[in-house]
């Protein structure tokens, strides 16, 4: 491969590519860039193949001569979007040369939309490192839901943004969480069931079994600690769907406690006391973190894995309930 002043890209394409699409092709010559965008490049004709823009599902015969306007297509397909740099706190875990560990607390938005159009962790992040304002979602590799707590990753580099979006849709990230769910569960297991837009109400998500809409969705669970009418859940994804967890407790018909919008009326047991009753009416959000994050450094290698302790919250939650347990045991 060579690249001249201009970053006009140029390589042959050797004799074992034969009968290979071009998108595949071009994904092994330049594998520091994700396929999509490749493609996206290709649509847009800053590839040729001998001089000749290719079709997308075009097969190469081997020595043919492709030639990318890299830095066209780079300074063409950037981000539009004009992220504002504001100073808010960062509670950075990691940060190397590659990529950012961020523990995101309850109540921040990750990325700039309707209704929360500055105040978010992308504002945070492009504030603390400018050129995130470069990389596609400000490097942000998989959200976590406004008032879910915890741990997430975000890539420095298109180089790592590549990467670690691979990884991530090989299923080759671990993630796991801890929630507070309603109803006392009798033991761990997992749910496979496709997640996708709800019929009717367009802001929710929803398990849709014969939908051609609804993507693969598995969640792993094990019991952390029962207690009288709640259990303590540690919970691994497999994927990676929008409310996942959130919408697959609520289809095992163990809601997410605090849920406002999947967890349904509030379970209260028996001979409660006036302490725990308010004290389960005062917490107003998903009991939901993102404890554990790892995978394969996109620059070293090497495994590596975080941990974001629970937040006050969640902590004063457990203790109540933990209350409530050894008060009723003593009866």
Do not use: C
Request: glycine share 6%; net charge neutral; no cysteine.
């Amino acid at each position: 491969m060579t690249t001249n002043q201009d970053e006009l890209v140029t390589f042959i394409i050797s004799d074992d590519m034969t009968g290979k699409r071009i998108d595949q092709v071009l994904a092994h010559y330049m594998s520091d860039y994700s396929r999509s965008r490749l493609q996206q490049w290709l649509k847009a004709g800053y590839m040729l193949v001998d001089g000749v823009v290719p079709k997308m599902k075009e097969k190469v015969k081997g020595g043919e001569t492709i030639e990318v306007r890299l830095a066209q297509a780079l300074d063409d397909t950037k981000p539009k979007e004009n992220w504002k740099a504001q100073p808010i706190d960062l509670d950075i875990i990691y940060e190397d040369d590659s990529l950012l560990i961020v523990n995101k607390p309850v109540g921040l938005v990750v990325h700039p939309g309707a209704g929360n159009f500055d105040g978010t962790m992308v504002n945070a992040l492009v504030n603390h490192a400018a050129e995130l304002a470069n990389i596609p979602r400000a490097g942000v590799i998989h959200r976590i839901d406004k008032d879910t707590s915890g741990i997430l990753v975000v890539a420095k580099t298109l180089s790592a943004h590549n990467s670690l979006t691979q990884l991530l849709q090989a299923r080759e990230f671990t993630r796991e969480y801890q929630a507070v769910v309603m109803g006392v569960m009798t033991g761990g297991g997992k749910v496979d069931a496709p997640i996708g837009r709800h019929k009717t109400q367009r802001t929710k998500m929803a398990v849709l079994q014969h939908s051609q809409t609804a993507k693969e969705a598995i969640t792993h669970y094990r019991i952390g600690k029962r207690y009288r009418s709640h259990t303590l859940l540690n919970v691994k994804l497999e994927t990676g769907r929008t409310h996942q967890i959130r919408v697959h407790m609520a289809h095992i018909k163990y809601p997410i406690i605090g849920d406002a919008v999947y967890g349904g009326r509030l379970r209260i047991p028996r001979h409660s006391s006036d302490v725990f009753l308010d004290g389960l009416r005062a917490f107003r959000r998903q009991a939901l973190h993102a404890k554990l994050l790892g995978f394969v450094h996109p620059e070293t290698n090497e495994y590596m894995e975080w941990e974001a302790e629970l937040p006050d919250d969640m902590k004063n939650l457990i203790n109540l309930l933990e209350d409530d347990l050894k008060e009723y045991e003593s009866r």
